[in-house]
């Protein structure tokens, strides 16, 4: 347990439980052909990580930042950073690995924005889902578990660039996200990375 941690939703055991089903289904869904997993940074690299030792056929990896820009009714600008570079994902199959699917936003625009770059196909595979909080019209392929509309950390999960270490994933205390918040009563909304 952690002081920050209002309470443990999936401890380490449930979270390896988790992982194997999932890796199971993954393994099934590519078996006989080539594909690369794509792991969006930073909170997606601890599940892929763990995730990919548990995939028994062949895989590649590679690994995206996304970040937003822009606040209000904008339309929020999307950078993209690739590793290795994008041309090396065109003509692949890719399974984006993400943390956690939120509002869905961050999710769907790397698909859209990975199709129009020329990958062969895109799926997507999520730690969490939380589908309370959709905003727009998205499903993972793949995900570990659900979870109710609390903000949560650990398991590369942070608030502030913190808490991505803890090996179990909690619920934050309230006065933690409060604290930087003065006012708010409503859990921080990310701004998708
Ligand atoms: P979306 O675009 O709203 O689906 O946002 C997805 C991103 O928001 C994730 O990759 C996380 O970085 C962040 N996020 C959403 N909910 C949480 C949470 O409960 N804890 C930590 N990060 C979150
Ligand atoms: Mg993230």
């Not at 692949?92 to 690995?97: A, D, G």
């Not at 990958?119 to 889902?129: Q, S």
Request: include cysteine; charge should be negative.
């Amino acid at each position: 347990m952690h002081e920050d941690v209002e309470r443990i939703l999936f401890n380490e055991q449930q979270i390896v439980a988790g992982i194997d089903r999932v890796a199971e289904e993954v393994t099934r869904a590519y078996r006989g052909r080539d594909f690369t997993v794509v792991s969006v940074l930073k909170g997606a690299c601890i599940f892929a990580s763990d995730l990919i030792r548990r995939i028994p056929i062949p895989l590649e990896l590679a690994f995206v930042s996304a970040s937003s820009y822009g606040a209000g009714t904008q339309a929020r600008e999307l950078v993209l950073n690739f590793f290795p570079a994008e041309s090396e994902l065109a003509g692949r199959n890719l399974l984006l690995v993400d943390d956690i699917l939120d509002t869905g936003r961050t999710l769907s625009r790397l698909v859209d924005e990975l199709v129009q770059r020329g990958a062969a196909e895109v799926r997507t595979c999520v730690f969490l889902d939380k589908p309370a909080r959709r905003a727009v019209d998205f499903h993972a392929d793949f995900r570990a578990f659900e979870v109710d509309d609390l903000f949560v950390v650990g398991y590369g999960l942070d608030f502030a660039g913190r808490y991505r270490n803890l090996p179990f994933v909690g619920a934050l205390k309230q006065e933690c996200w409060s604290r930087s918040r003065p006012g708010t009563r409503s859990p921080p909304r990310s701004d998708g990375v």
